[in-house]
């Protein structure tokens, strides 16, 4: 069945340094993949999403691109900061017009 | 707007015992979920609800019913608790469906003993 599969499961970071999370997805007709970050006791945030007309989307520090040949989507933080600490998911609509997530990343900034 | 509210917070129940979880939207949003979210699994989803009067199954459907009482509110409910069924349940809304930004609420976190 379809999949949403991301990587690492862990990621730990100097603060100030980049952080790269990588989702790949099966379903082709997937058109539509956004990023959400869930901070400690609460529910997930959208933070960026990207449709599959472009490459690439940038926000400040988060960029998000996408290869629609290879199905990856990855999501890209520049200059880390402790607030940047969090679980982050990807996410990929299937042709049943559910919504598929990976099983998420910790991100951990180190002083 | 308070976005999308969930009562309870946090629940404990025993096996066998029954309860219903609430959720609100007030952004006119027209398609609504369930999520339940277990350690190393990510967000599964429970059963969604496309437009008011339509339900459909998600990934792990069992042992859940839901309604879908207006445009507004999306109950799930728990009719038979297992302890399998500990986990923390997320409610969430999207105007665009699969295809646009979903908003969660704050979660129920729901121990089965």
């Known amino acids: 069945g379809e999949n949403v599969e991301q990587h690492p499961s862990t990621l730990s970071v100097q603060e100030g340094d980049s952080a790269v999370i990588k989702c790949t997805y099966s379903?082709?007709?997937?058109?539509?993949f956004p990023w959400y970050k869930q901070e400690l006791g609460k529910g997930p945030q959208l933070i960026i999403d990207i449709r599959s007309n472009v490459g690439e989307k940038k926000d400040q520090r988060i960029a998000v691109t996408l290869n629609k040949t290879a199905k990856h989507f990855s999501l890209h933080i520049t200059e880390t900061q402790p607030e940047d600490s969090a679980v982050y998911f990807c996410?990929?609509?299937?042709?049943?017009?559910?919504?598929?997530f990976g099983k998420g990343t910790r991100l951990h900034i180190l002083p | 707007n308070a976005g999308v509210t969930q009562t309870p917070k946090f629940q404990v129940l025993k096996t066998g015992q029954s309860m219903t979880l609430q959720c609100a939207q007030d952004m006119n949003h027209n398609s609504m979920y369930w999520y339940r979210q277990d350690p190393g699994m990510g967000l599964r989803l429970i059963y969604y609800?496309?437009?008011?009067?339509?339900?459909d199954k998600g990934e792990v459907p069992n042992g859940y019913n839901v309604s879908r009482l207006n445009k507004r509110e999306f109950s799930l409910r728990l009719e038979s608790a297992a302890p399998s069924q500990t986990s923390v349940y997320f409610c969430?809304?999207?105007?665009?469906?699969?295809?646009?930004?979903?908003?969660f609420g704050p979660g129920t976190r729901l121990l089965v003993l």
């Open positions: 996410a990929a609509p299937n042709r049943d017009d559910k919504i598929i």
């Open positions: 609800s496309a437009s008011e009067g339509t339900t």
């Open positions: 379903d082709s007709a997937s058109n539509y």
């Open positions: 969430a809304s999207s105007e665009q469906g699969s295809r646009g930004t979903q908003y």
